[in-house]
T-cell receptor, first 116, second 111 residues
Framework: DTGVSQDPRHKITKRGQNVTFRCDPI?????LYWYRQTLGQGPEFLTY????????KSRLLSDRFSAERPKGSFSTLEIQRTEQGDSAMYLC??????????????FGEGSRLTVL | SQQGEEDPQALSIQEGENATMNCSYK?????LQWYRQNSGRGLVHLIL?????REKHSGRLRVTLDTSKKSSSLLITASRAADTASYFC???????????FGAGTRLAVHP
């Protein structure tokens, strides 16, 4: 399967613990996005990378959140000192950005975080 | 912030009926996209309509775009139980940077 993969699919943690999610995009895609989605809502943009450069971060991304894409391939999203309000589905998506392309995003299945 | 707002929030129909979902957006767009999400899963791209297009078809899907009203609609014809999902509109504003989603329409198709 050459789609976007995310790991883990589910994570239950206690408040105050750190968690890390990994995303492996489609191999030739140069853009990688992170979104957060709570129940009954649409995905909220968190951040995106163009190759290894993090080009934009949402104000939703507090200083407890950090994302990296060290070699322009896979990405990690770390949440430090988790809070119950961090409970959500974290979605990763990738796309191939070239002049005149459609901007279609390919999503992974998400990583569901539950903070107790 | 959400770029698009879908209407209705929820829609319940019988198999074979048509389902229409509407989307309004705030700023100028390059294109508008519709995605589908089954419960607990990732999103899947359905169809894209460019700002210079007014209507587009793909199988049982028909999308319209009215840039003067900043609105779009998604029509699913002859719905099936397998169409049960949430549907989101999304758009880039001011370039291909970040795709912003609406809150979605939850469609339930009953056999």
């Amino acid at each position: 399967d050459t789609g976007v993969s995310q790991d883990p699919r589910h994570k239950i943690t206690k408040r105050g613990q750190n968690v890390t999610f990994r995303c492996d995009p489609i191999s030739e895609h140069n853009r990688l996005y992170w979104y957060r989605q709570t129940l009954g809502q649409g995905p909220e943009f968190l951040t995106y990378f163009q190759n290894e450069a993090q080009l934009e971060k949402s104000r939703l991304l507090s200083d407890r959140f950090s994302a990296e894409r060290p070699k322009g391939s896979f990405s990690t999203l770390e949440i430090q000192r988790t809070e119950q309000g961090d409970s959500a589905m974290y979605l990763c998506a990738s796309s191939l950005e070239v002049t005149g392309n459609t901007g279609e995003l390919f999503f992974g299945e998400g990583s569901r975080l539950t903070v107790l | 912030s959400q770029q698009g707002e879908e209407d209705p929030q929820a829609l319940s129909i019988q198999e074979g009926e048509n389902a229409t979902m509407n989307c309004s957006y705030k700023t100028s767009i390059n294109n508008l996209q519709w995605y589908r999400q089954n419960s607990g899963r990732g999103l899947v791209h359905l169809i894209l309509i460019r700002s210079n297009e007014r209507e587009k078809h793909s199988g049982r899907l028909r999308v319209t775009l009215d840039t003067s009203k900043k609105s779009s609609s998604l029509l699913i014809t002859a719905s099936r139980a397998a169409d049960t999902a949430s549907y989101f509109c999304a758009s880039f504003s001011g370039g291909y940077n970040k795709l912003i989603f609406g809150a979605g329409t939850r469609l339930a198709v009953h056999p």
